[in-house]
């Protein structure tokens, strides 16, 4: 009886289902880099909205620094996202110079 050839063989799915396991991993490492890389990049802007709230609260009140981060809230409209780790929710902080800074490992300052 002859032999058709109106499929796949074993070896054959087997092959694919190999490259198709390679290309999601790949997909799935790039995801989890994009990520970390967008939070990094959201924690800088958020720094970035608090230090010019600083630089608006010193113009406002004779280049005296804020004593604590609640009173940047009438400078920052976002304040409330702003004043945390876009990474993982910790809270910036107010160094002694007015510096903001975040606590998250990895975020350097």
């Known amino acids: 009886m002859p032999r ?18 390679v ?4 997909a799935i ?10 939070a990094r990049v959201a924690c800088l802007s958020n720094q970035r909205t608090l230090t010019q709230a600083v630089t608006q609260y010193q113009a406002a009140h004779d280049g005296r620094r804020p004593a604590v981060m609640d009173d940047l809230e009438p400078y920052a409209r976002t304040f409330a996202r702003a ?8 809270p910036l902080v107010l160094d002694e110079a007015g510096v903001v800074l975040c606590t998250h490992p990895g975020h350097d300052g």
């Open 4 to 21: 058709t050839d109106d499929g796949f063989s074993l070896v054959e799915l087997l092959i694919v289902l190999a490259i198709m396991g």
């Open 23 to 26: 290309i999601v991993a790949i």
């Open 29 to 38: 490492a790039s995801f989890t880099a994009n990520t970390s890389v967008a």
């Open 83 to 90: 004043r945390r780790c876009a990474a993982d929710g910790r």
